[in-house]
């Protein structure tokens, strides 16, 4: 999706989602990838707004999504496959998107808790200085 577009995307996901439901199709996986580096530039912009849907419907209802896709300009490029199985779990871009996120959040806590050991030491140095 176009990048200015990004504020849009929740209501597109709406829109497309109640398209695929209203004809029995389900959602099997859902994921809001947010503003992204393309591989390549389209249209002179080198980020869009990445969504990937997994879903399961009849054909009229990919035809109808795919001419939504089609007549949309925000939508930059897309991609419609078939596949045997439904894929229900996390994404690899997502899982190492979380893991990212837990080594951060593991990292600070450490720094955190490094740097209020250090603390106490730094006081007792600058108290000792001051009395001098």
């Given at each position: 999706?176009?990048?200015?577009?990004?504020?849009?995307?929740?209501?597109?996901?709406?829109?497309?989602?109640?398209?695929?439901?209203?004809?029995?199709?389900?959602?099997?996986?859902?994921?809001?990838?947010?503003?992204?580096?393309?591989?390549?530039p389209?249209?002179?912009?080198?980020?869009?707004h990445y969504?990937?849907?997994?879903?399961?419907?009849?054909?009229?209802?990919?035809?109808e999504?795919?001419?939504?896709?089609?007549?949309?300009d925000?939508?930059l490029?897309?991609?419609?496959?078939?596949?045997?199985?439904?894929?229900?779990?996390e994404?690899?871009?997502?899982?190492a998107?979380?893991?990212?996120?837990?080594?951060?959040?593991?990292?600070?806590?450490?720094?955190d808790?490094s740097?209020?050991?250090?603390?106490?030491?730094a006081?007792?140095?600058?108290?000792?200085?001051?009395?001098s």
């Amino acid at each position: 999706v176009h990048p200015d577009q990004s504020e849009q995307v929740p209501g597109m996901i709406e829109r497309y989602t109640a398209a695929i439901t209203k004809d029995g199709g389900t959602m099997h996986r859902l994921e809001d990838w947010g503003r992204r580096q393309m591989a390549y530039p389209i249209n002179k912009l080198h980020k869009a707004h990445y969504v990937l849907m997994n879903v399961e419907a009849s054909q009229d209802a990919v035809d109808e999504l795919t001419t939504n896709f089609r007549y949309n300009d925000a939508v930059l490029r897309n991609l419609v496959m078939r596949t045997n199985a439904a894929e229900t779990g996390e994404s690899p871009i997502m899982k190492a998107e979380k893991e990212q996120r837990e080594r951060k959040a593991r990292y600070d806590a450490r720094s955190d808790s490094s740097a209020s050991k250090e603390q106490p030491a730094a006081k007792p140095a600058a108290a000792a200085e001051s009395s001098s």
